[in-house]
């Protein structure tokens, strides 16, 4: 079977074809422009000021605002059958719920089951999302299971289905042992792909399990007594250990303590390509709330690897993600209702893992990061877009406001608050682990391939308007690290000619590689909580010294240095 073509209705062609966005703060990962931006069939054709629109175009005043690339989450679990349940999120309401909340594109992944053809379950992924995503949509696909056939089919991914990422699991019942792990990383590498691993020491945790049951601690608080954070670093430090040996790029998905973050960074420095994914749920809550006397408080927030007891792990995350150890943020958005949670009521491994997010995740970041001065609007955007589309290889089509990239763009207004409430959210789970939080931070516009699916303030989403991304394997951004900093899409001026296939176009100059560089990490603390000036990020608040010893042996890894014109901790 070959991958299912999607027609876009003849409605949305011509729907809103045009659009100008008019005196907004144009943020990219490495700079901030005052730029009016002028849109049309669906992609950004010209970006300056005084710019010669044709007559009949909508224009939508953004002054004071800023306007950003759309959100991409990259990890996200939509109507999923794991542990005995199936994610009550389904294409549809999980890509609404990201578009209400400023994200425009979100890669899911398939989860076959243990011993299922990975292309037949593939197939499935592609139906299921193809008539329901209200936003574009990528997939990376998981290996429950090893042998010769997996290993044939993922060269068909590849090479056939705009696959370019494959997740194995060190944990759950269907995890892998380090010789699989080896042979995976190793036809990832053939293959140019990116190796995904879900990083806990199974073994271990299936023990504690036992010994924890048997003490009769059943209720939720077993469930991170079971995974402490040794056990996750543990898996990261031999993830990246067998990853190097077949000199495999690597990413870590949901990093969610200080050892396993520290653990990775280590690695990085021994010269492990790795790349490192926070979950927005790390960064907003902590592993209290498995002591809730409420049953589906404390199960809701039941996720693997858990949110960690220490306080202090949140601000530490977000500290890693704003000096470039991690780079990317996901939701993991696998959401259950009460009553699937209930399954483990009485033995908590019995509880399905998973929590919300993919709505909340850009306004939470803003608020943890942006409002409250750990980062600047530009890392914003490279932690939730830019990043993801560099690793994932749809830069500069996504990721970025440039002129040929998708119009995926955010008019986000960092003035205006909302409240986070399950009575409110447009998500089908009947829980919100963010519940009550006051967030700075509202997306009054969000516009996915052209068309203004949040019209200020109103959603209004079209089902199947999505379409499936291809991400194509070799990422110069993994694959090529020497030309990271050559990467560029065009930034100003008009685009007449444009052609679909020109998106993926990326100039590369024949430029010397600098010595890199780090952003300021002495940079005082704001007397007045606010976004701070761009720029400009504190990490002066940190619990803990990371500046001193990232320095050159990171190099190995990931370049950074700060581009012309603008300062930023993004890649360059
Ligand atoms: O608890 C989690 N994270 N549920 C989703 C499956 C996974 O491991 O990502
Ligand atoms: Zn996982
Ligand atoms: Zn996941």
Redesign the pocket.
């Known amino acids: 079977m070959s991958t299912p073509v999607k027609k876009v209705p003849i409605h949305l062609q011509s729907a809103q074809n045009r659009l100008l966005i008019k005196h907004g703060k144009v943020v990219n990962e490495d700079d901030i422009t005052e730029d009016d931006i002028y849109i049309e069939d669906g992609v950004i054709k010209q970006l300056g000021r005084n710019l010669i629109i044709p007559g009949g175009t909508r224009v939508i005043d953004a002054r004071g605002k800023y306007v950003l690339p759309g959100g991409i989450d990259p990890?996200t679990?939509f109507e999923m059958e794991f542990m005995g349940a199936k994610s009550v999120d389904d294409f549809y309401q999980g890509t609404k719920a990201a578009v209400a909340g400023g994200t425009t594109m979100i890669i899911d992944?398939v989860m076959p089951k243990k011993g299922e053809s990975i292309l037949d379950a593939f197939y499935e992924y592609r139906q299921k999302g193809d008539d329901k995503v209200c936003c574009d949509y990528g997939l990376h696909v998981a290996l429950t299971h090893w042998n010769e056939q997996v290993r044939r089919e993922m060269e068909v991914l590849c090479k056939e289905h705009g696959v370019n990422s494959f997740k194995v699991f060190m944990a759950y019942n269907f995890m892998l042992n380090d010789s699989e792990l080896y042979s995976v990383f190793e036809t990832c590498q053939k293959l140019g792909a990116l190796a995904q691993v879900h990083a806990e020491n199974g073994s271990i945790i299936a023990k504690n399990v036992e010994r924890l049951l048997a003490k009769g601690i059943t209720g939720p608080e077993g469930h991170e007594m079971s995974r402490p954070e040794e056990v996750e670093a543990e898996a990261v430090n031999r993830a990246c250990v067998i990853a190097k040996q077949v000199d495999c790029p690597l990413y870590i998905?949901?990093v969610m303590s200080k050892s396993a973050g520290l653990a990775l960074k280590q690695a990085c420095e021994r010269g492990t390509r790795v790349y490192g994914e926070t979950l927005v749920a790390a960064l907003a809550s902590d592993g209290s709330h498995y002591r809730h006397e409420c049953f589906q408080h404390s199960a809701g927030h039941v996720l693997s690897p858990p949110l960690r007891p220490d306080p202090t792990t949140p601000q530490f995350l977000l500290n890693l993600l704003a000096q470039d150890v991690l780079q990317v943020t996901g939701s993991?958005n696998?959401t259950f209702n009460k009553s699937q949670k209930e399954m483990g009521k009485n033995d908590f491994s019995k509880i399905p893992n998973g929590v919300n997010g993919v709505e909340d995740r850009m306004s939470v970041i803003w608020e943890k990061g942006v409002q409250s001065g750990v980062i600047d609007p530009c890392r914003f955007v490279a932690i939730t877009s830019t990043n993801a589309a560099k690793i994932f290889n749809i830069y500069p089509r996504k990721g970025c406001i440039a002129v040929g990239s998708d119009a995926d763009i955010v008019i986000w207004d960092p003035t205006k608050t909302r409240t986070i409430s399950a009575s409110t959210h447009h998500q089908a789970v009947d829980f919100n682990i963010f519940e009550g939080m006051v967030c700075h931070g509202v997306p009054e516009y969000v516009i996915v391939n052209g068309r203004v699916c949040v019209d200020d303030g109103q959603l209004r989403v079209v089902q199947g308007h999505g379409r499936f991304v291809e991400t194509p394997v070799y990422a110069p951004f993994v694959y090529d690290p020497d030309k990271i900093g050559d990467l560029k899409p065009v930034r100003n001026g008009t685009h007449d000619d444009y052609l679909p296939e020109q998106v993926h176009k990326i100039t590369i100059e024949d430029k010397a590689c600098p010595t890199p560089t780090l952003p300021d990490s002495a940079v005082s603390t704001p007397s007045v909580r606010g976004p701070r000036p761009e720029g400009q990020r504190n990490i002066q608040d940190s619990t803990f010294s990371i500046s001193e010893d990232l320095d050159v042996d990171r190099k190995s890894c990931i370049r950074v240095r700060n581009p012309p014109g603008g300062k930023s901790s993004g890649f360059w």
């Open positions: 990890h679990h992944f998905v949901h993991d696998c």
